[in-house]
Protein backbone atom coordinates (compact mmCIF):
# COMPACT_ATOMS: atom_id res chain seq x y z
CA UNK A 1 0.00 0.00 0.00
CA UNK A 2 1.08 3.47 -0.91
CA UNK A 3 2.57 5.50 1.85
CA UNK A 4 0.00 8.49 2.86
CA UNK A 5 2.13 11.35 3.49
CA UNK A 6 1.75 13.14 6.70
CA UNK A 7 -0.45 16.13 7.10
CA UNK A 8 1.88 17.69 10.19
CA UNK A 9 5.44 18.37 8.16
CA UNK A 10 8.56 19.33 10.42
CA UNK A 11 9.26 22.71 10.98
CA UNK A 12 11.99 24.80 8.87
CA UNK A 13 15.29 25.24 10.65
CA UNK A 14 16.47 28.50 10.34
CA UNK A 15 19.86 29.03 10.39
CA UNK A 16 21.20 30.69 13.47
CA UNK A 17 18.07 29.75 16.06
CA UNK A 18 18.37 27.03 18.41
CA UNK A 19 18.12 23.46 17.36
CA UNK A 20 14.70 22.28 16.51
CA UNK A 21 12.91 19.88 18.68
CA UNK A 22 11.81 16.22 17.17
CA UNK A 23 8.94 17.46 15.55
CA UNK A 24 6.31 15.39 16.83
CA UNK A 25 2.42 15.09 16.34
CA UNK A 26 -0.80 13.51 18.07
CA UNK A 27 -0.52 10.49 16.09
CA UNK A 28 3.05 9.87 17.11
CA UNK A 29 2.28 10.49 20.60
CA UNK A 30 -0.97 7.83 20.22
CA UNK A 31 1.53 5.14 18.49
CA UNK A 32 4.63 5.52 20.79
CA UNK A 33 1.95 5.31 23.39
CA UNK A 34 0.60 1.96 21.80
CA UNK A 35 4.27 0.99 20.85
CA UNK A 36 7.60 3.03 20.18
CA UNK A 37 8.81 1.37 17.19
CA UNK A 38 5.69 1.26 15.33
CA UNK A 39 6.20 5.53 16.01
CA UNK A 40 9.68 4.94 14.73
CA UNK A 41 8.69 2.98 11.69
CA UNK A 42 6.24 5.80 10.74
CA UNK A 43 8.68 8.35 11.81
CA UNK A 44 11.41 6.58 9.57
CA UNK A 45 9.13 6.12 6.55
CA UNK A 46 7.90 9.74 6.52
CA UNK A 47 11.31 10.58 6.41
CA UNK A 48 12.27 8.52 3.34
CA UNK A 49 9.09 9.95 1.94
CA UNK A 50 10.09 13.48 2.50
CA UNK A 51 13.77 13.43 1.32
CA UNK A 52 13.48 10.66 -1.07
CA UNK A 53 16.45 9.07 0.81
CA UNK A 54 16.40 5.60 2.46
CA UNK A 55 16.29 5.57 6.22
CA UNK A 56 16.28 3.56 8.30
CA UNK A 57 14.81 2.82 12.06
CA UNK A 58 16.69 3.78 15.52
CA UNK A 59 15.88 0.81 16.72
CA UNK A 60 19.11 -1.07 16.90
CA UNK A 61 18.88 -4.76 15.54
CA UNK A 62 18.11 -7.33 18.00
CA UNK A 63 16.80 -5.10 20.47
CA UNK A 64 14.62 -6.74 23.09
CA UNK A 65 10.49 -6.45 22.89
CA UNK A 66 8.97 -4.61 26.27
CA UNK A 67 6.05 -5.81 27.65
CA UNK A 68 4.27 -2.47 27.99
CA UNK A 69 5.40 1.21 26.76
CA UNK A 70 7.45 3.29 28.53
CA UNK A 71 4.65 5.96 28.68
CA UNK A 72 2.02 5.65 31.73
CA UNK A 73 -1.53 6.67 31.04
CA UNK A 74 -2.53 10.21 31.20
CA UNK A 75 -3.78 11.47 34.74
CA UNK A 76 -7.50 12.25 32.61
CA UNK A 77 -9.81 10.64 35.86
CA UNK A 78 -12.77 8.08 34.14
CA UNK A 79 -13.90 10.73 31.61
CA UNK A 80 -18.11 9.71 31.48
CA UNK A 81 -19.98 9.25 27.73
CA UNK A 82 -22.65 11.74 27.28
CA UNK A 83 -25.55 10.32 24.65
CA UNK A 84 -26.31 12.15 21.83
CA UNK A 85 -25.60 14.42 19.51
CA UNK A 86 -22.45 17.04 20.35
CA UNK A 87 -23.38 19.43 22.87
CA UNK A 88 -23.30 22.28 20.61
CA UNK A 89 -24.67 25.78 21.77
CA UNK A 90 -26.67 28.79 20.01
CA UNK A 91 -23.83 30.87 21.01
CA UNK A 92 -21.03 28.69 20.08
CA UNK A 93 -18.80 29.08 17.02
CA UNK A 94 -16.63 27.33 15.04
CA UNK A 95 -13.27 28.55 14.80
CA UNK A 96 -11.42 26.17 12.96
CA UNK A 97 -11.95 23.09 10.51
CA UNK A 98 -9.39 20.36 9.16
CA UNK A 99 -10.21 20.97 5.25
CA UNK A 100 -8.36 18.04 4.38
CA UNK A 101 -11.49 15.59 6.01
CA UNK A 102 -14.29 15.86 3.59
CA UNK A 103 -16.17 13.25 5.76
CA UNK A 104 -16.31 15.53 9.04
CA UNK A 105 -20.40 16.54 9.64
CA UNK A 106 -21.63 20.01 9.60
CA UNK A 107 -21.75 21.06 13.20
CA UNK A 108 -22.56 24.80 12.13
CA UNK A 109 -24.31 27.20 9.79
CA UNK A 110 -22.20 29.42 7.86
CA UNK A 111 -22.63 32.14 9.82
CA UNK A 112 -21.61 30.65 13.15
CA UNK A 113 -18.44 29.57 11.23
CA UNK A 114 -15.03 31.49 11.10
CA UNK A 115 -12.71 28.34 9.67
CA UNK A 116 -12.66 29.79 6.26
CA UNK A 117 -11.30 33.09 7.08
CA UNK A 118 -8.58 30.83 9.46
CA UNK A 119 -7.39 29.18 6.44
CA UNK A 120 -7.38 32.08 4.40
CA UNK A 121 -4.78 33.40 6.81
CA UNK A 122 -3.16 30.50 8.05
CA UNK A 123 -1.93 27.03 7.36
CA UNK A 124 -4.32 24.15 7.91
CA UNK A 125 -2.12 22.63 10.48
CA UNK A 126 -1.50 23.81 13.80
CA UNK A 127 1.86 24.36 14.85
CA UNK A 128 3.11 24.28 18.39
CA UNK A 129 7.25 25.35 17.70
CA UNK A 130 7.66 26.34 21.95
CA UNK A 131 6.42 22.26 22.30
CA UNK A 132 7.66 20.99 19.23
CA UNK A 133 4.04 19.54 18.03
CA UNK A 134 1.72 20.11 15.27
CA UNK A 135 -1.12 18.77 13.82
CA UNK A 136 -4.51 18.76 13.00
CA UNK A 137 -8.16 18.83 15.28
CA UNK A 138 -11.10 17.85 13.48
CA UNK A 139 -12.98 20.89 15.04
CA UNK A 140 -12.25 23.88 16.69
CA UNK A 141 -14.78 25.59 19.24
CA UNK A 142 -14.93 28.72 20.70
CA UNK A 143 -17.62 28.97 23.87
CA UNK A 144 -19.14 32.13 24.71
CA UNK A 145 -16.67 32.74 27.20
CA UNK A 146 -13.76 32.69 25.15
CA UNK A 147 -13.23 29.16 25.96
CA UNK A 148 -12.01 27.18 22.93
CA UNK A 149 -11.81 23.74 22.84
CA UNK A 150 -11.12 20.38 19.96
CA UNK A 151 -13.00 18.07 19.00
CA UNK A 152 -11.97 15.40 17.30
CA UNK A 153 -14.53 12.83 15.36
CA UNK A 154 -14.20 9.25 15.00
CA UNK A 155 -17.11 8.06 12.63
CA UNK A 156 -17.65 5.01 15.27
CA UNK A 157 -19.99 4.31 17.74
CA UNK A 158 -19.81 4.54 21.49
CA UNK A 159 -19.08 2.09 23.98
CA UNK A 160 -20.22 1.96 26.92
CA UNK A 161 -17.79 -0.17 28.22
CA UNK A 162 -14.50 2.01 27.22
CA UNK A 163 -11.86 2.80 27.27
CA UNK A 164 -10.29 -0.17 28.88
CA UNK A 165 -12.08 -2.90 26.31
CA UNK A 166 -11.91 -0.81 23.29
CA UNK A 167 -8.64 0.92 23.02
CA UNK A 168 -10.59 4.74 23.45
CA UNK A 169 -7.87 5.72 25.57
CA UNK A 170 -6.14 6.66 22.81
CA UNK A 171 -8.64 8.72 21.38
CA UNK A 172 -8.11 10.84 24.88
CA UNK A 173 -4.31 11.12 24.27
CA UNK A 174 -4.85 12.23 20.74
CA UNK A 175 -7.26 14.88 22.27
CA UNK A 176 -4.53 16.36 24.98
CA UNK A 177 -2.54 17.16 22.23
CA UNK A 178 -4.86 18.69 19.96
CA UNK A 179 -5.59 20.69 23.43
CA UNK A 180 -2.15 21.93 23.47
CA UNK A 181 -2.11 23.09 19.83
CA UNK A 182 -5.29 25.17 20.87
CA UNK A 183 -3.62 26.61 23.82
CA UNK A 184 -0.27 27.44 21.65
CA UNK A 185 -2.64 28.82 18.22
CA UNK A 186 -5.40 30.85 20.15
CA UNK A 187 -3.67 31.50 23.56
CA UNK A 188 -6.47 30.29 25.89
CA UNK A 189 -5.69 27.15 27.76
CA UNK A 190 -8.30 24.81 27.09
CA UNK A 191 -9.81 23.28 30.24
CA UNK A 192 -11.09 20.26 28.15
CA UNK A 193 -11.30 18.45 24.85
CA UNK A 194 -13.75 16.36 23.14
CA UNK A 195 -14.09 12.81 21.35
CA UNK A 196 -17.14 13.05 19.14
CA UNK A 197 -18.50 9.31 18.17
CA UNK A 198 -20.62 10.36 14.90
CA UNK A 199 -22.20 7.29 14.21
CA UNK A 200 -25.55 7.97 12.71
CA UNK A 201 -26.82 4.66 12.74
CA UNK A 202 -30.05 3.66 14.13
CA UNK A 203 -31.35 7.29 14.24
CA UNK A 204 -28.13 8.85 15.90
CA UNK A 205 -28.91 6.89 18.90
CA UNK A 206 -25.00 5.59 19.32
CA UNK A 207 -24.01 8.83 19.13
CA UNK A 208 -22.29 10.08 21.69
CA UNK A 209 -19.08 12.08 23.37
CA UNK A 210 -16.81 12.27 26.21
CA UNK A 211 -15.17 15.05 27.63
CA UNK A 212 -11.04 14.60 28.27
CA UNK A 213 -10.00 17.20 31.09
CA UNK A 214 -7.07 19.00 30.11
CA UNK A 215 -4.99 21.79 31.90
CA UNK A 216 -3.15 21.42 35.35
CA UNK A 217 -1.87 17.30 35.75
CA UNK A 218 -3.17 16.14 32.14
CA UNK A 219 -1.51 19.49 30.47
CA UNK A 220 2.09 18.32 32.81
CA UNK A 221 1.81 14.52 31.47
CA UNK A 222 1.85 15.30 28.34
CA UNK A 223 4.69 18.09 28.10
CA UNK A 224 6.49 14.74 30.04
CA UNK A 225 5.39 12.33 27.63
CA UNK A 226 7.15 14.50 25.08
CA UNK A 227 10.56 15.14 26.48
CA UNK A 228 10.34 10.45 27.39
CA UNK A 229 9.91 10.08 23.77
CA UNK A 230 12.63 12.48 22.62
CA UNK A 231 14.68 10.67 25.12
CA UNK A 232 14.39 7.52 23.85
CA UNK A 233 16.86 6.67 21.59
CA UNK A 234 15.72 2.80 20.91
CA UNK A 235 12.06 2.84 20.50
CA UNK A 236 11.49 -0.62 21.13
CA UNK A 237 8.85 -3.05 20.01
CA UNK A 238 5.56 -3.55 21.87
CA UNK A 239 4.20 -6.74 20.51
CA UNK A 240 1.29 -7.36 21.89
CA UNK A 241 -1.27 -8.89 19.75
CA UNK A 242 -3.66 -5.85 20.29
CA UNK A 243 -0.97 -3.54 19.01
CA UNK A 244 0.21 -5.84 16.15
CA UNK A 245 -3.00 -6.60 14.79
CA UNK A 246 -3.96 -2.80 13.69
CA UNK A 247 -0.44 -1.79 13.06
CA UNK A 248 0.19 -0.24 9.80
CA UNK A 249 4.24 -1.22 9.90
CA UNK A 250 3.04 -4.31 10.59
CA UNK A 251 0.72 -4.31 7.34
CA UNK A 252 3.62 -3.40 4.86
CA UNK A 253 5.69 -5.59 6.05
CA UNK A 254 8.01 -3.51 7.84
CA UNK A 255 8.96 -5.11 11.29
CA UNK A 256 10.83 -7.86 12.60
CA UNK A 257 9.17 -8.08 16.02
CA UNK A 258 5.50 -8.34 14.46
CA UNK A 259 5.08 -12.37 14.37
CA UNK A 260 6.43 -12.15 18.64
CA UNK A 261 3.87 -11.27 20.83
CA UNK A 262 3.34 -11.33 24.70
CA UNK A 263 0.74 -13.84 26.04
CA UNK A 264 -1.30 -13.65 29.27
CA UNK A 265 -1.43 -16.96 30.82
CA UNK A 266 -4.41 -16.87 33.12
CA UNK A 267 -4.21 -19.22 35.67
CA UNK A 268 -7.39 -20.31 35.83
CA UNK A 269 -6.87 -21.87 32.06
CA UNK A 270 -3.95 -23.55 33.46
CA UNK A 271 -4.61 -24.84 36.70
CA UNK A 272 -1.17 -22.89 38.21
CA UNK A 273 -0.33 -20.05 40.42
CA UNK A 274 -0.22 -16.83 38.63
CA UNK A 275 2.54 -15.83 36.52
CA UNK A 276 3.96 -12.94 35.03
CA UNK A 277 2.92 -12.76 30.99
CA UNK A 278 6.35 -14.41 29.16
CA UNK A 279 7.80 -13.84 25.83
CA UNK A 280 7.93 -16.01 23.12
S1 LIG B 1 4.07 -5.04 14.46
FE1 LIG B 1 3.78 -4.92 16.67
S2 LIG B 1 5.87 -4.77 17.52
FE2 LIG B 1 5.98 -4.27 15.34
S3 LIG B 1 5.83 -2.06 15.25
FE3 LIG B 1 3.77 -2.89 15.00
S4 LIG B 1 2.89 -2.91 17.04
FE4 LIG B 1 5.10 -2.70 17.29
Redesign the pocket.
Given at each position: MPLVPPKAEPFPVVPGNAPVLEHLSPHDLVTYF?????M??HRSQHLSWRTGASLSPRTPPGTA?LPHSPLFPPPVGDPRPVHGRLDVGLQDTLLYQDPDEPGLPFLFPPERSHAHAFLHERSPTLEDRAWGLSGRPDYVIRRPDGHCFPVEYKDTHLFEDYPRHHGRLFDFLQVLAECRLVEATWGVVPVSGMVYYGDTAGGGEREGWVEIPYGGAPRAWLQAALKVIRADLVRA????EG??T?????RDG?????R??FEDVHPSHRGEAPRARRFY
Open positions: RCPHEELPPVPQNCHCEPNLCGYAAR
